[in-house]
């Protein structure tokens, strides 16, 4: 039982110790923040540029909700149908 409380008093000590470096983390400026904007409108500038109807905004995006989407797993647990057994005349080489 004594093991078992050193054990989870280091566990908890670690976690406090964790958690004091992400509030130093997310005090912290991004770094890259300038470059990530630039690159964003960027990005926007180029998919006007390139929508196709010509008005000039870019269409939004359909959201299918996760419900109404074909499941990936479900298909592959499906049973494979049989295949029909066609029989296709074999092609010989024709002799010279």
């Known amino acids: ?3 078992r409380l050193e054990a989870v008093q ?12 992400a509030k130093e983390e997310v005090g ?3 770094p890259y923040e300038d ?6 409108a960027r990005l926007v ?5 390139l929508n196709i109807d010509g008005k000039g905004h870019a269409q939004p995006e359909t959201v299918v909700a996760k ?3 074909p499941s990936v ?3 592959l647990k499906r049973p494979v149908p049989p295949r029909s057994p066609e029989k296709k ?3 010989h080489e024709q002799e010279r």
């Open 1 to 3: 039982m004594t093991q």
């Open 10 to 21: 280091n566990q908890l000590s670690n976690l406090y110790q964790q958690q004091a470096a």
């Open 28 to 30: 912290k400026p991004f």
């Open 35 to 40: 470059e990530l904007k630039s690159k964003s």
């Open 45 to 49: 500038e180029l998919d006007t540029l």
């Open 67 to 69: 419900s109404a989407r």
């Open 73 to 75: 797993l479900d298909s």
């Open 89 to 91: 005349p074999k092609q």
